[in-house]
């Protein structure tokens, strides 16, 4: 413990999120001191150690303060926008018709191409502030609207200057492998130009994770392989679309290489849950597209708690099948549509998402050590983060404050 402290937040209630306190580590007098960026104590006031200089006293007024909330599956840049798409499935048509006549991923992917990196900046931008009016410090954003090097590269660099741009934590994800690409129609062949992209991009600082999309509409397991092959090669963690529309055993695939998580899983079987289970892989659950598409299965949510595999929530920001750009209505539509409860909603968006990004020892909870990166609500209790609906229940957003 430091003699002096840049900030102290008092008179606050804590949900810390950290695993050596039950469900969500609600502390009732609680402060939270930082330095440097970092908290060096989180915790009930009268732990709190005496004698310290304090540069600055935050008066909380008795509301709650959580870790920052991060949002650890986005596909936030992206040119364009697919509100037809959305008429004519309100008429009738059905995802896969309005693929086959060039809509779909590929209208996303024309429309991209075609923006410079400034575009893409001035497009996501309005996104990214409505999340981080949730209270969002981190957030993860893929490429996989681009599909050849330079315009993938320009995704990316977008990605990382939104984080210079705006006081956020951004994560990025190389998604080579979303989808066919217009000029060819050769699956394999892609694949190959994909595992070529991911040497300049890690070069380049682009890449901090891997990522692919599993599904008949898009790539097989072997193909996915593939890519994943290549990412270890470069010691880059991967992540997995897995188990969306169809049981491809996509889950147990991202399993067999250790992947951050596997997302979506609504067709996982329990021979996946238990893969997980065993990996330590998180399941991303993202009851946005579940939502937008009228899905009816649900992932297995109660095999999942079974297993003790950790579940965590996003929003899956995409023009096409998840146009969402709240982090608290996914906590909401996690609780109604697939029954997840308050703390698994919390903890889904905090120390559990942390990890699908494998920066647990970084964010993700209030405890000493680190980033001081938190959100003060103006609620009475924690479950109104999770019951409302395009509420706005924020006080204050703090990035590593110094
Ligand atoms: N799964 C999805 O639901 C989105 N991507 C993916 O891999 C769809 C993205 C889109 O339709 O633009
Ligand atoms: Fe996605």
């Not at 072997?222 to 055993?249: M, N």
């Not at 297995?300 to 998840?322: L, Q």
Request: net charge negative; glycine share 8%; proline share 4%.
């Amino acid at each position: 413990m430091t003699a002096t402290i840049d900030r102290l937040w008092t008179h606050a209630r804590l949900a810390t999120m950290a695993a050596d306190r039950p469900g969500i580590g609600r502390i009732d007098d609680g402060v939270v001191a930082a330095r440097d960026g970092r908290i060096v104590f989180a915790g009930p006031r009268a732990d709190l150690p005496a004698g310290l200089t304090v540069a600055e006293t935050i008066d909380c007024g008795g509301r709650w303060i959580t870790p920052g909330l991060i949002d650890a599956h986005t596909h936030l840049v992206f040119a364009g926008n697919r509100a037809d798409e959305f008429e004519a499935r309100l008429a009738g048509a059905t995802y896969a018709e309005i693929a086959a006549k060039g809509g779909g991923i590929a209208a996303t992917v024309r429309a991209t191409r075609a923006a410079t990196v400034d575009d893409l900046i001035a497009t996501a931008l309005p996104r990214l502030d409505r999340l981080l009016a949730d209270g969002v410090t981190t957030v993860e954003i893929k490429s996989g609207y681009g599909l050849d090097l330079e315009s993938e590269a320009r995704m990316l660099r977008a990605a990382r200057r939104l984080g210079e741009i705006r006081d956020v934590r951004v994560v990025t994800t190389f998604l080579g492998a979303h989808a066919l690409p217009p000029e060819t129609t050769d699956r394999d062949a892609h694949i190959d130009r994909v595992v070529a992209m991911i040497a300049p991009l890690a070069a380049e600082g682009l890449i901090d994770a891997v990522d692919a999309f599993c599904e008949g509409i898009a790539f097989s397991p072997a193909q996915v392989a593939r890519v994943f092959e290549a990412a270890r090669t470069h010691g880059i963690r991967v992540k997995l679309h897995a188990d969306q529309l169809s049981d491809l055993g996509a889950a147990a695939l991202a399993a067999r290489f250790d992947a951050l998580s596997a997302d979506h899983l609504e067709w996982t079987d329990e021979a996946g849950v238990a893969a997980m289970a065993a990996s330590g892989t998180v399941a991303m659950l993202l009851p946005g597209a579940f939502y937008f598409l009228r899905e009816t299965r649900r992932p297995p949510i109660e095999a999942f708690r079974r297993a003790g595999v950790a579940m965590a929530v996003s929003t899956d920001c995409n023009p096409g099948t998840s146009p969402m750009t709240s982090l608290l209505l996914a906590m909401n539509m996690a609780a109604t549509c697939f029954s997840m409860t308050v703390e698994e909603c919390l903890l889904g968006t905090t120390r559990h998402a942390a990890r699908a990004l494998g920066r647990e020892a970084e964010i993700g909870t209030l405890e000493a050590g680190k980033a001081c990166d938190l959100a003060i609500w103006s609620i009475e209790t924690p479950a109104e983060l999770v019951q409302g609906l395009g509420a706005l229940p924020l006080h204050a957003r703090i990035r590593s404050a110094r």
